[in-house]
């Protein structure tokens, strides 16, 4: 039987989180997961063995040092939020929550969101006593995640910090005309977050939509957004480069210090 390999490789945000706030984006080369699925895939939704996907997570709960797995959620790319702080774990194995953000107070609670090609974003606030996560693709930027999740954080937007992990970049992006109507919709600035190809179509800039999500809310401290799942494959699985793939996982939670 495969080994599984010793040591995950964790992506630490750099960002002014306050100690107690712990928080990583895993990459795709650890795990037992095998195939297209190789290595770390944390999602039973794309075909994987339940077994593989079941020991990959138990192996992530043990190297971040946490008593019981972070809280996973039935992700559909909307903008539900959930609250982990009454949310018992143990008593609800067989009921996931389906959201696509989550937040919490509680010290141990670990929110955590699953990608490959969506972004990752992570909140604190600056005084470090609570958390938040949300899963925005397009869909859910354009719905409007990011200020849900920001309003279940129950704090004033400019107490706040945000991290985008890793997501598809822009120049690996094309969409069509009705997905930048969407966003011009509701906000006319978008239109600079669309690049025009040579094949009549656009370049969408999640990173660039999200920045603009998190502003019109009231939250300018962003960081992170240096990342392309599509053109990084070593490091990350993508659904546009090849699907079914697995799922990344982005965790973040409070600890004593």
């Known amino acids: ?12 945000p750099e960002w002014p989180a306050p100690p ?8 795709r080369d650890y795990g037992v997961s095998k195939n297209e699925f190789h290595s770390s895939n944390f999602s039973f939704q794309v075909g994987d063995n339940v077994d593989a996907v079941e020991r990959n997570r138990n192996a992530l709960t043990k190297v971040l040092g946490l ?3 972070p809280y996973w959620l039935n992700q559909v790319h909307g903008t539900s939020v959930f609250n982990l702080d009454s949310y018992l774990y143990q008593q609800h194995e067989n009921s996931v929550p389906t959201a696509d ?8 609670k670990a929110c955590v969101v699953m990608t490959a090609d969506c972004l990752p974003v992570l909140f604190c606030d600056r005084s470090g006593s609570r958390v938040g996560v ?4 397009w869909r859910g930027l354009a719905s409007g995640i990011l200020s849900k999740v920001i309003m279940h954080m129950e704090v004033e937007p400019e107490t706040l910090i945000a991290w985008l992990g890793p997501g598809i970049g822009q120049s690996a992006y094309e969409v069509g005309e009705e997905v930048r109507d969407v966003f011009l919709k509701s906000d006319s600035g978008a239109a600079a977050c669309f690049q025009l190809n040579r094949f009549g179509r656009w370049q969408a800039d999640l990173y660039g ?8 809310a009231g939250l300018d401290a962003i960081y992170g957004g240096n990342f392309c799942t599509y053109t990084d494959s070593d490091r990350f699985f993508s659904h546009r480069r090849s699907s079914p793939c697995g799922r990344m996982a982005t965790v973040i939670w409070l600890d004593s210090i």
């Open 1 to 12: 039987m495969e080994k599984q390999k010793k040591d995950p490789i964790l992506i630490i």
């Open 20 to 27: 107690q706030v712990k928080a990583f984006s895993t990459e």
């Open 67 to 69: 008593t019981c797995q």
């Open 101 to 108: 953000g989550a937040v919490s107070t509680k010290l141990g």
């Open 134 to 137: 949300a899963h925005a693709g």
């Open 209 to 216: 939509l999200a920045r603009r999500s998190l502003r019109i």
